[in-house]
C-alpha cells in the first residue's frame, strides 16, 4: 500500500502507521507550513439522482456556496472537526474575497468582502443530497445575486452546473488518527474523530487520516468544477425549488491537468 505523505510503499498497514508516527511532528510542521488550496479531485462519487434541498433559512435573490465542511475525509485524508473554522470566519469576517479557481485577480472576482455573507451552519446530510445520517457543519457564502460582478458565474449557476467549492487555508491544529490500539495517542483520536465520519469507507481503507481542529482561510473561497470534497455545492432557492437541479456524478479519476483544461474550455465556452 501507498502513502502518500511518506511516498512510500508499505507491505502492511501496521509499519505505515509506525512510520507516521514516528515521522508524526515533521509532517505536521510540513502541512502547518503550507498554503492549500484544495481543488484536487474529490474522494466520493455523488448520487446520480439526488436533489439538492434546502439549506437552513435560503432567501430569494442570493446564492449559497459551501465552501468547506465537516466529518467528511478529503482528497488530502483531512477530516475538519466542528469548531475548527469558527475562529477563522469571526476574525475573517469582511476581509474575504468569492473568486473563480483560487485566482485572486480583478477579472476572477465573483463577489468582494463587503458583499460575502460568511455563515458557519448546521446542515443535514441529507439537505445536501446525501444519504449519510446526522449533520456536517458547512462554512457558507451567501451573496446577493445583483452583488455577483462575474457574469460567467451567473450563467453557470442558473444553467444548473454541477458546481463545487474549494478553500484557500492553512493548518493551525491538526492531530494524526490511525486505527491501530497499539498507537495509544493516536487511536485516542481515532475513536474520537471516526464515529462522526460520513464517509467513513474512505478511512477504512486507509486507517489513518489527519484531524483538523483549527484553520485558518487565507483571502478567499472559489468556485471550481472539482474540490477535495464534493460536498460543496453552489445553490439558491430558486433553484432548490426547481426539481430539475441535480446533483450529477463525479469524475474521479481525472488528472489535474485534465480538469485544468476542463476548466478553462468551459469558462471559454460561456464567453
Not at 67 to 79: F, K, P, R
Not at 82 to 102: F, I, L, R
Not at 196 to 209: I, P, R, S
Request: proline share 3%.
Amino acid at each position: 500500500m501507498y502513502c502518500k505523505e511518506l511516498d512510500k510503499h508499505f507491505d502492511s498497514k501496521k509499519a505505515m502507521f509506525a512510520e507516521l508516527k514516528a515521522n508524526k511532528d515533521l509532517l505536521i510542521k510540513a502541512r502547518k507550513a503550507q498554503i492549500k488550496c484544495k481543488s484536487n479531485a474529490f474522494v466520493i462519487d455523488r448520487k446520480a439522482n439526488a436533489t439538492i434541498k434546502a439549506l437552513p433559512d435560503m432567501e430569494d435573490g442570493f446564492i449559497y456556496a459551501v465552501i468547506s465542511n465537516t466529518n467528511y475525509m478529503d482528497s488530502h485524508n483531512d477530516v475538519h472537526l466542528n469548531g475548527s473554522m469558527s475562529k477563522t470566519a469571526s476574525e475573517q469576517y469582511g476581509k474575504v474575497y468569492y473568486v473563480a479557481d483560487h485566482d485572486l485577480k480583478v477579472n476572477s472576482i465573483i463577489a468582494t468582502p463587503k458583499n460575502v455573507d460568511m455563515q458557519l451552519k448546521n446542515v443535514d446530510w441529507k439537505a445536501m443530497g446525501y444519504d449519510y445520517e446526522g449533520k456536517t457543519e458547512a462554512l457558507i457564502f451567501k451573496v446577493a445575486k445583483d452583488k455577483v460582478m462575474m457574469e460567467k458565474a451567473i450563467k453557470l449557476i442558473e444553467s444548473k452546473e454541477p458546481l463545487e467549492n474549494s478553500i484557500r487555508m492553512q493548518y493551525v491544529k491538526i492531530d494524526l488518527a490511525v486505527n491501530d490500539p497499539e498507537e495509544e495517542n493516536e487511536y485516542k483520536t481515532w475513536s474520537e474523530v471516526y464515529p462522526k465520519l460520513a464517509n467513513k469507507e474512505k478511512a477504512d481503507e486507509y486507517g489513518y487520516f489527519w484531524a483538523v481542529r483549527e484553520l485558518k482561510i487565507i483571502n478567499e473561497g472559489s468556485m471550481v468544477l472539482f474540490g477535495s470534497n464534493s460536498a460543496t455545492p453552489i445553490e439558491s432557492k430558486e433553484a432548490v425549488n426547481d426539481d430539475t437541479s441535480k446533483i450529477e456524478p463525479s469524475e474521479d479519476t481525472q488528472t489535474e491537468d485534465e480538469k485544468s483544461l476542463q476548466n478553462e474550455n468551459f469558462y471559454k465556452s460561456l464567453i
